[in-house]
């Protein structure tokens, strides 16, 4: 219990009983009062305490016999202590009441000097009557029943105080006791730690088997050396880096769960001993590589030896973990930055879309927004890499700065944002793009990912499923457009931004169009048999009418549109792919021969259609032109046609009646004729 | 052929009459167009061709919106066209929005315009929850209405909203452009007491009108024999009565008779033709896929085999990926 300093004291003190203590009880109240007076004799050296007590008892009642005007035991009653002369000189500056059964502290009379008070093992309740002894240096009050730290103001010289094993619940009244040295205060029922900021002397402090739930408030104890805390309730330590002398703690069955709440025990470096076993923390695996980590000062944990080795392995395990932290760290900030960017593209399309709303009465959609600031990240070789999102949100003037998103998850590529699209025109290393089964469109215009289909069908030939997402498919006509991809087995089509999902027939369209990609599954239920055949059913006279009743020309026409610009997109990556043309030669190839009469359902975007309705218009000029050359000449015949219809007659019969004046008189005419001829030659 | 009248009228006013400009120019046009692949099989055969299709009705299969309006011939074709096309969906059952049956046009018309299909919403809808669902039969009777007649209707609710508020009924009516006619609700007061106009009154305007549109108008005597059944009605209760009207659709002869809607002995040989067909093809693929080909994925050339691969892969997953060559 005793450090161990002043063991050997008490020790000694506890042997005094046998140095013939001669204890003189005298109860007195208040003054006036009949004194009892006992004495004890000499000739009993080996009593025990005991035996002592008895005799007390004993003497006490039939004293108290005697004489009847005792003061009835309602008073409060001190026993004053006396000591025989020889006694005092014998141990003048200890006395050992121990085990005395004493109940209250007695008044210890004409003891002035004495410099060690032992009342251990007894049932005091408060400390009173002792503050005569002011040159009282150790005071021993363990394992009593004293509910308050109290009548101690007066020893100014108490170097050490021993007060465990009571009933104390709080630290108070040691104002005056400036050179504690040791103060005890074990096996109390104390809360808090306070009050002991001013014991700049105090190098033991011992606090084991209280109810402490937390230590701080340690300032001022510079001297202090050892602190014992073992057996409370601590969750987290604070202020012991304020203690610049401390080098033994004890922290042993306590309730600390993490390296957190002691952290301020790093910045100790006067600790050389620590003691953590019986914690939370001391169960777990890291634990001791992270204390030794933590505090390369320490010779002892848990009262065994640190080794080097045990150091070296420490530090090796906590830059692992550094690492790992770190590493996880990236990834949630990695992630936060990407939800901001897609937080941010939503927003821009929703402001696209509302901008569009209220222009569309006309016919013409705007024009596409201008300037596009995307911050675009260096290329990272591993996976994921997004990309930074440009300047926020966007004033209600013209300019409007796109935001977009690329990501690369495993097998799943997502695009947010209109200028993600770009993203198709990058290199990918094939191992990246032969890995991706699903490609993702979110806040991207249906007409704007079309163009970009051919491309995607190239860079990643595996992709497998399409999800779309807030991407305004409005119309069954814009599914026809998936029909140049390559391959697809599953199709999603978000009902949030793509009214086509309220249709009733669209997914029966959506099989009938790609009915050569035999579909597996459509927004996550299953394609059966029933499904195709009444997607068949229903749409079928619709590819036998665009196939085999539309005029040759027509076909030719819309199928050689698609072929061309098929052609010309390979045309185009010829350069650097040459081995894909074939390929796609023969897919498209195949496309032909599998479903002909689907292939004239093609989409062309509102303004694709729009611009080449501009181009006709000009032939469709000349068309006319040219026709109205023709039924002006027509007409001009048919007058003239009409014209001679109506004249004819009587030009016939102007001609006739010419004739006949001419013939009238055959000698008149012979002669004109031969004239005619003569002069003809 | 050789008819008085035909020759009484001069030539622009004959060509105008029967639209055999519009033809013509359409012809030059889409021949100037295509000439590259035209060129290939000879001009005349186009324009044999071309003809041909007029004839047929098959020439405003995915053509643009100006095309299919520009003459009567053309609307009916069209009219007929959808009816063909979607008969199966009516036949289905399916009840279907506005939007939808507009989606079902645009896939015959990709610039179909949204106005036109909305009128004749109305029409069945009486200009009420335009959400709703309409059946095929009802959508394309009053489609066929709209569409057809459409400038003899804008006329008609220009009248309409005149004698609705009581003006003078010898002001000529200039119809006002088809886009920007807006429907506007009668003064409450008047058409809560009185609902419509007066038969009567309303023939009588609308004759004049039909005389001076002599080519796009409901023939007189169905329109008499409407407004005579009534003695008041509504713009609506008017067109969904000439929609219903069996004369005026057989006058027009784009479409079948309201019982005989459904029915197209011919297509609907030739839709089992294609159901059987496809589904052979389907059983077939997966009956392909259950052995594995003896080329597996490598040759590439042969049609069977490109089938295969991908009937190999519509049933099972893929054992290994398309790596695009370097």
Partial sequence: MLPGKYRAVSGRAASNVNCGLHLVIQTSSLPDRNKVEFRLSKETPSFSGRLLQHDLERNYSSRQGEHSSLVSSSMPAFPILHRSTEEKILCSDRLTLERQKLTVCPIIDGEEHLRLLNFQHNFI????????????????????????????????????????????????????????????LHGNQITRIENVNHLSDLRVLNLARNLLSHVDSLSGLDSLTELNLRHNHITFVRDVDALPSLQRLFLSFNNICSFDSVCCLAQCSSLSDISFDGNPIAQEPWYKHTVLQNMAQLRQLDTKRVTEEERRVASVVAKKEEEKRRESQKQSLLKEKKQLAIRNIARQWEQLQQRRGSEATGPERPGSPSAAQDVSQAQGSGPAFPEEPGSPDAPPGPALADTHLVEVDGDTLSLYGAGALECLDRSWSTQTAGTVTTVCFTFIEFDDIVQVLPKLRMKFPNSLHLKFKETKLVMLQQFNALAQLRRIDQLTVDPQGNPVVSFTLWKYYVLFRLSHFSMQKINGTEVTQNDMIMAERLFGILAHVASSELPQYRLISILGDARKKQFRYLLDAKGKRPGLVSEDASDSRRLLTENTNRATLNYSTRDFFNERLEEIREKKQLCRAYTEGLVQEAAGIHTKAEALQRLWPQMFIELVRDAVVDIRSKDAFMKLSLQHIAQQK | MLSPERLALPDYEYLAQRHVLTYMEDAVCQLLENKEDISQYGIARFFTEYFNSVCQGTHILFREFSFIQATPHNRASFLRAFWRCFRTVGKNGDLLTMKEYHCLLQLLCPDFPLELTQKAARIVLMDDAMDCLMSFSDFLFAFQIQFYYSEFLDSVAAIYQDLLSGKNPNTVIVPTSSSGQHRQRPALGEASMLEGVEAALFYQRLESLCDRHKYSCPPPAFVKEVLSNVQRLTFYGFLVALSKHHGINQALGALPDKGDLMHDPAMDEELERLVVRSRLHRTSRQHRAEEPGAFGFQRRDKPEALERVSSASAATPYPYRWEPRE
């Fill in chain 1, 125 to 184: 309740t408060r400390i009173q009557n002792i503050s005569n002894l002011q040159r009282l240096i150790f005071l021993d009050l363990y394992d009593n029943q004293i509910e308050e730290i109290s009548g101690l103001s007066t020893l100014r010289s108490l170097r050490v105080l021993l007060l465990g094993k009571n009933r104390i619940k709080k630290i108070s009244n040691l104002e005056n006791l400036k050179s504690l040295d040791v103060l005890d």
